[in-house]
């Protein structure tokens, strides 16, 4: 069993900085890939970046040049630094995690639960 923490969010300005954080506990045994998805208001959901276990990263256009997704393999975290932040980043961010845990041989995909990013003025 593998469960995902978050913390981070909140409600910042236009332009602003927030920092997410995700931490993976629970009987973990080999982490994939980790990324961070976020879901707005009547939208789907949507990838916003991933980083592989060797640090390659990925990003939504939109988030380009702004956020930045970083990992922490000791520490079985992951990180979503956000900058210069517009509101239509507001949605809820939800990390999520590719990992085998002690008593499988295969990886299964892990969801966090959630954390409010608004940027408002």
């Known amino acids: 069993q593998v469960q995902l923490v978050e913390s981070g969010g909140g409600l910042v300005q236009p332009g602003g900085s927030l920092r997410l954080s995700c931490t993976a506990s629970?009987?973990?045994?080999?982490?994939?890939?980790m990324a961070w998805y976020r879901q707005a208001p009547g939208k789907q959901r949507e990838l916003v970046a991933t980083?592989?276990?060797?640090?390659?990263?990925s990003y939504k256009d939109s988030v380009k040049g702004r956020f930045g997704i970083t990992r922490d393999n000791a520490k079985n975290a992951v990180y979503l630094q956000m900058n210069s932040l517009k509101t239509e980043d507001t949605a809820v961010y939800f990390c999520?995690?590719?990992?085998?845990?002690?008593?499988?041989?295969?990886?299964?995909?892990?969801w966090g639960q959630g954390t409010q990013v608004t940027v408002s003025s």
């Open positions: 999520n995690v590719d990992a085998k845990d002690a008593a499988s041989s295969t990886y299964n995909i892990y």
């Open positions: 629970g009987s973990i045994w080999v982490i994939g890939v």
């Open positions: 980083i592989t276990s060797r640090g390659d990263t």
